[in-house]
Nanobody
């Protein structure tokens, strides 16, 4: 069974940068596209960024374009999300997700992912 564990969240000041990590274990050879989503209470989960199974293709949500960078290292079964110039609106729980092996291209919809981490809280203060 694939397990995803996020790390790197915390309390940061606006304007700072942060790198979130996602470590995958158990059956990682069957993983396809991977992505990041975020959610604040009472809101729907929002797509942030995704990368293809190979890591060569990426796709960003509108709120992430320009300040977020997603990457993955298949040899290490990890994925990272760099966030620059953090804003209070970036405050959310950030979730790592992974799709099945047949999911090759970056996927922006949550239903395209089979595996989810428990999330890591990012809080941006003014």
């Amino acid at each position: 069974q694939v397990q995803l564990v996020e790390s790197g969240g915390g309390l940061v000041q606006a304007g700072a940068s942060l790198t979130l990590s996602c470590a995958a274990s158990g059956g990682t050879g069957s993983l396809g596209a991977m992505g990041w989503f975020r959610q604040v209470p009472e809101n729907e989960r929002e797509f942030v960024a995704a990368c293809s199974a190979s890591g060569r293709s990426t796709y960003y949500g509108d709120s992430a374009k320009g300040r977020f960078t997603i990457s993955r290292d298949n040899a290490k079964s990890t994925m990272t999300l760099e966030i620059h110039t953090l804003k209070p609106d970036d405050t959310a729980i950030y979730y790592c997700a992974a799709g099945p092996a047949v999911s090759i291209a970056p996927a922006p919809r949550s239903w395209e992912y089979d595996y989810w981490g428990r999330g890591t809280q990012v809080t941006v203060s003014t």
